[in-house]
């Protein structure tokens, strides 16, 4: 079957660094995907990576290994309205996305 | 990036009626539309592809019968959730996908969702 593993949730200090982790198991790989959603709101796209490394984006980066199955998204000097969840999502074979349940990140002061 | 928009926002309906969501996308000719479902701290649940002009195509587990899509415009999907009950209360979500033009997937752009209410 398919399977994408996140934290159920995690808990980090404003202008600090976190790491949310993220492991799947898909038939096939086109790429893998992270988002942001903040709580009654729809989510909104983070970052793409489909080779393996690092890709950075302001305080934002994803990193991947195929071989591994394995992501994380990489949060610096975070700030109080990066409280949200975070979902990864791989795309498998047919190209179609398999979602994690999401790690919900709480910034404390 | 693409702009969607859900209409209504939000719903609360009696068990038993109907409601319509709609989904549009402002910017950009969408053939491909997905809907996706989201209960209460839980991760995204798609439910359905929308292609324009034929039918769409429903995951395992959902009746078609009973979540009825439309995509009869480019820029426009239906989604209708006959006999509402209870438990069809949820966050109702659509995205849109521009096409591939790499052979890799294009990211999702997603409306502010619906949220549906059954009472």
């Known amino acids: 079957g398919q399977n994408i593993d996140q934290p159920t949730e995690m808990t980090a200090t404003e202008g600090a660094i976190v790491q949310i982790n993220c492991t799947y198991q898909t038939s096939g790989f086109n790429g893998l995907f992270w988002y942001q959603q903040h709580a009654g709101e729809a989510p909104t796209f983070l970052s793409y990576?489909?080779l393996d490394g690092l890709e950075e984006k302001g305080r934002f980066s994803s990193f991947l290994s195929r071989s591994k199955g394995y992501s994380y998204l990489l949060l610096k000097e975070l700030q109080m309205k990066d409280s949200a969840s975070y979902l990864c999502?791989?795309?498998?074979?047919?190209?179609?996305?398999?979602w994690g349940a999401g790690t919900k990140l709480i910034i404390k002061p | 990036g693409a702009v969607v928009s859900q209409h209504p926002s939000w719903v609360i309906c009696k068990s038993g009626t109907s409601v319509k969501i709609e989904c549009r996308s402002l910017d950009f000719q969408a053939t491909t539309m997905f809907w996706y479902r989201q209960f209460p701290k839980q991760s995204l649940m798609l439910m359905a592809t929308?292609?324009?002009?034929?039918?769409?195509?429903?995951e395992q587990g959902v009746e078609k019968d009973k979540f009825l899509i439309n995509h009869a415009s480019l820029t426009l999907s239906t989604l209708t959730v006959t006999s509402a009950h209870p438990e069809d209360s949820s966050f109702y979500i659509c995205?849109?996908?521009?096409?591939?033009?790499?052979?890799?997937?294009?990211?999702?752009?997603f409306g502010p969702g619906t949220r549906l209410t059954v009472t």
């Open positions: 995205s849109v996908t521009q096409p591939r033009t790499s052979g890799l997937p294009s990211e999702q752009y």
């Open positions: 999502a791989v795309a498998d074979s047919n190209y179609q996305l398999i």
């Open positions: 929308s292609n324009e002009g034929s039918k769409a195509t429903y």
């Open positions: 990576n489909v």
